[in-house]
DNA sequence: TTTCAACGATAACAAATGTTATCAGTTTCA
DNA sequence: TGAAACTGATAACATTTGTTATCGTTGAAA
């Protein structure tokens, strides 16, 4: 198998029972596709054409609010996929945009190659199922973090999970994360 | 058809086609329940058998927050599923409370009911996927709206999708809902 | 190598939001 | 029907968070 769609296929086989012969048909359809950094790979407005899982790098997910101002929803981590799914399956102007972090490797997924999966997978629509069910419940801690947890909470929950974080994106986009100033951020960091 | 599973069968064919046999077969799991006002259908820390469609009334979803505080995460209203999903699918126990706010009627389906649609409809998971997917997107757009806009927008936001609300709801579980203080909400609505 | 932009800390001040307490009108229910 | 709980407004005050500006450091690019 090609190296490079081994992190993909672990993925995918921790969902579905999915045959070498299926899983040869379907990888074959997907792309390489090399981000360097700072590069962006969707912009708000466009439609999103494609589901992008990470095999090396980082990407961030963000949009503009109404002051004109950046904020990021999501950091998109290896073995993840990264897309505006709405924006994707809908295929209308998407809010987002995706912005690599790091010089970054991503497997392509087109429209087509998804809903062919669907149809053409034996567990394809289930994969389909059990990947919006995930995201789902991601989606669900992340609102109920937003309620329950203050700033300085959600940053120590970041660093706890995701240490090296701060070793790979600047504090400003996380105080954006945060949903926070970076001067704030600063200031709950300095504990002053 | 029961007059009961009108409604549902509508939401269902919205998602799947659906055959008549088929909908005999599957309606027939769907039991009938109904809930006094401030009845509790889903505890905290209990797990969560059911998912709960709701024909008539109101349910109120929330949890308690570590300082003992109640929030409310979701106002679930006619013709709308209510559940804790990941407690559901997961089997694990829930952080969420389920209270009706009115009396309520609801179709019960159980997990193996869900679980054997999967299998048993000829679209049944592509069922699965739709609704996790469209559930997927009602966080989203919760999220991006916790995100972007200030309560009163928050406010104004749902008053305009849901001018009854406040005939239904005390005012201080809508600031919950919004995730401010009623004191807050009493503030922002009186314009001092 | 030099220069400029990006980054993070900090201070001073402003705005948003929470907390506590009180009060009056309603609803509930024993 | 009457007491108790519930509800929403309001005031006073405290806390959190944002805004703007400055400054030194660092990193990137010409």
């Given at each position: 198998m090609n190296a490079q769609f081994k992190n993909i296929h672990k993925v995918i086989s921790s969902y579905i029972e999915i045959s070498d012969e299926e899983w040869a048909h379907y990888s074959s359809m997907l792309q390489v596709k090399e981000i360097k950094k700072k590069d962006i790979i969707l912009s708000e407005g466009?439609?999103?054409?494609e589901v992008f899982f990470i095999n090396k790098g980082l990407l961030r997910i963000f949009f503009v609010d109404n002051n004109g101002e950046e904020k990021t929803f999501h950091f998109a981590l290896e073995k993840t996929f990264a897309t505006d799914y709405k924006s994707f399956l809908k295929e209308i102007p998407s809010n987002y945009s995706i912005q690599a972090m790091e010089d970054t490797q991503v497997l392509v997924m087109s429209l087509d190659m998804i809903l062919g999966g669907y149809k053409m997978l034996t567990n394809g629509e289930k994969l389909g199922r059990l990947l919006a069910e995930d995201y789902f419940f991601m989606f669900n801690d992340k609102i109920q973090a937003m309620y329950t947890q203050t700033p300085l909470e959600r940053y120590n929950d970041l660093t706890s999970s995701f240490p090296k974080i701060f070793q790979r994106v600047p504090q400003h986009l996380i105080a954006s994360y945060l949903n926070i100033s970076s001067v704030h951020l600063s200031r709950l960091i300095n504990a002053s």
């Open positions: 466009s439609v999103c054409k």
